[in-house]
């Protein structure tokens, strides 16, 4: 879609609609052109439970299901995310937790306990907020 489409149709969305939406991508390519996966699926669903239990390792839960007070805390305990999330911070409180969350997650996959300012970075990219321009 255009950036025009996408807008006309946005507006008649609620902001609290909006809010909800965790996370975007956009496939430029079709899916019968994407590149065939590498990995079986057992591989994927050993690294995705390994994911998981780093996660709730490290934070007590997977990211997603923290709390605000608990996203709040791992912030007071982690000044360097609480600079990371300051400088990627768009929104409301609420948008603000959800990139932290994301976040985190992303460092999850990269098989790290911390974010860093990439991962904030892919965060916000990926926040419904760029539903009108995909490709700043």
Known sequence: CTPHIRKKYL??????????????????????????????LQELQTRACNIKESSVKAWGKEPGRL??????????????????SMLFHTGNLRSRHKVLR?????????????????HFAEAQRLRPDRLIMPND
Do not use: N, W, Y
């Open 11 to 40: 507006a008649k969305l609620s902001g609290p609609i909006l809010d909800r939406i965790d996370i975007l991508s956009f496939v430029a390519t079709r899916p019968d052109e994407l590149p065939k996966l590498t990995r079986s």
């Open 67 to 84: 709390t605000s007070a608990e996203l709040g805390h791992i912030l007071r305990e982690h000044p360097k995310l609480q600079e990371f």
């Open 102 to 118: 994301i976040a985190l997650t992303l460092a999850q996959l990269d098989q790290m306990t911390l974010a860093h300012r990439g």
